[in-house]
Each structure stands twice: as C-alpha cells, then as structure tokens.
C-alpha cells in the first residue's frame, strides 16, 4: 500500500488545482447567465490551492493517516486484504472531501472578489444525505463558512445581489426529495423518517429530531429513540391524549417522525394528526390521500 502513496499525493494536488481553476470559469458563467457585468477586483490564484487540506494539513501528512490506519490493522494481525480495504477507505474519504474542499474554498473565494455577488446558494447532488438536503437551495452570505460532512459533495453556486433578494432559484428540499425514488428516499431519511415526509411532514423537523444520542420526553416519560418500542410510544401518545395535554415544544423534545410512523403508520388519519401535533406537519393540507 506504501507504494501508491506518491501517486496519490500527486493525484489529490493535480485534482485541487483543476477545481481551484474551473472556479473562476464557472463564476464568470453563472454571473454572465445572471446578466451581472462588473469585474471581478482580483484573480484567483488556482497553485494556491495545492497542497494544503482543508484544514490546513499538508495533503501528503493527510494521506500518511490513510496509511497510518493501514499499518495499525496489520500491527494488529489484520489480514492483509481487510487492513488495505480499510486504508483505502481512508483514503477515499480523505481524497474526495479535500478535492471538494478545494472546489468551494475556490468558489468561495473567487466570489469574494466579484463585486456583483452577495453571497452563495447550497447545491446538492442526488444522492445526498437527509442533513444536505434539507440544507438544499438555501442561501448564505459569504461570511457564513460551508457546513459539510466526509465526502460531502454538495456544491455552491454564487448568487448576485438581484437574485438575493428574489429568494434563489433552485430546488427547495421538498422538491429534491420529490424528485427522488422511493429507495433513495429512504436511504438518506431512514423508512420511518421518508415515510413521515411521504405524509407530509416537514423535512426540517424530521431531520432535526434526529439527532444522535437525543433524549426526549412524552407523556412525562424520558426516552431515547432508540429504546422505545412501537407499542411503548403508542402508550405514551395515548397518556398525552387523555391527558388532553396539548404538545408544547419549549417544554420537551419531541419524538421522532420513525416513531410515530413505526407506532401510528397503519393508521394514516392519526399519524397525521400525531405530526402535527409535534410539529411535523404545519398544513391542513397535508393529510394524505
Ligand atoms: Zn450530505
């Protein structure tokens, strides 16, 4: 595995340098299809990307804990086989997240300079994961850094001041998850998560209350996601109905969409009322044909 290293040191540089330099290309292309004229104030320097990862870590010292995991496996009697899968897996990650790295810290930077953009809009490219697409189509200054993850490939596209204050133009969350098979729904969302969603619920919830290690409370019972069960969320639902307790968000976190499709999916009028009742649906609208 030692041996590839220098090719691949070589393979990550020479991609940072061809996204660094189809940067200024695609700005110029997205400015001229807005109609924007003014020049840019300085010029990208596309060799200054090279090298570096982004966090600041020289390409050839990331690349050395990619190996780095390899040779631990085999210090630990891992087979051969298994300890190169994992490095290359390492490696893979590390090679996809610094090359798109450098393609929006590219963008990024060479947006700064034209006087005509205000600021960025969030690309995402199917298939991503639930958090992307919820951030999908959303835009941001330029003074707000780019939130991605490992082999995030969600890209930036910049956004003159014009088309700031109309909002962007590209595709909301709900529609990219539209546009989606139902496989790719619910590979990104979780089953219970895209099924919520199918029934209406909103992204933004239903991502949210995901959050690993997040515990909540209903029907004055402390749970985690995942140590409830179907028939204990059920009673939980039926305690806060009898109750008539009406669900107050400032008070306690709410259950997952999962939940709630897991314990309710069968009865489709319920679960929607359910989604609504945390938050997960705002429209009359939503219910389910
Ligand atoms: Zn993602």
Redesign the pocket.
């Known amino acids: 595995m030692e041996e590839i290293r220098p090719q691949v040191v070589t393979a990550v540089e020479e991609a940072q340098q061809e996204a660094a330099a189809l940067a200024p290309l695609y700005i110029a292309g997205t400015l001229l299809a807005a109609g924007a004229v003014s020049a840019p104030l300085a010029l990208l320097v596309a060799g200054a990307f090279v090298g570096l990862a982004a966090n600041g870590l020289l390409i050839s010292a990331l690349m050395d804990f990619a190996f780095g995991y390899y040779r631990r496996a085999r210090l630990l009697d891992v087979p051969e086989t298994d300890a190169r899968a994992l490095g290359l897996a390492k490696l893979l990650t590390y090679v996809a997240t610094e090359t798109n790295d450098t393609a929006r810290l590219a963008v990024h930077v060479g947006s700064v300079v034209e006087p005509d953009i205000a600021g960025y809009e969030r690309v995402v490219t199917l298939p ?2 639930g ?2 697409i919820l951030l999908s189509g959303r835009l941001y200054r330029y003074s707000t850094g780019f939130l991605r ?1 490992p082999r ?1 490939d ?1 890209s930036m596209r910049p956004i003159t001041s014009e088309q700031w204050r109309e909002g962007g133009s590209s595709r909301s969350p709900q529609a990219l998850f539209g546009s989606m098979t139902r496989a790719q729904q619910d590979k990104a969302f979780g089953r219970g998560e895209a099924a919520a969603i199918r029934a209406g619920a909103d992204i933004g919830r239903v991502v949210n209350a995901r959050r690993a290690g997040q515990v909540y409370v209903a029907g004055g019972h402390e749970f985690t996601r995942e140590a409830i069960t179907s028939r204990g969320i059920g009673r939980q639902l039926g305690a806060l109905a009898r109750n008539g307790g009406r669900y107050r968000r400032s008070q306690v976190p709410r259950p997952t969409a999962a939940q709630l499709v897991n314990a309710l999916g069968d009865d489709q009028i319920e679960l929607v009322q359910q989604l609504r009742r945390f938050g997960y649906i705002r429209h009359d609208e939503a219910i389910p044909a």
């Open positions: 991503a994961c958090r992307c993850h995030c969600c």
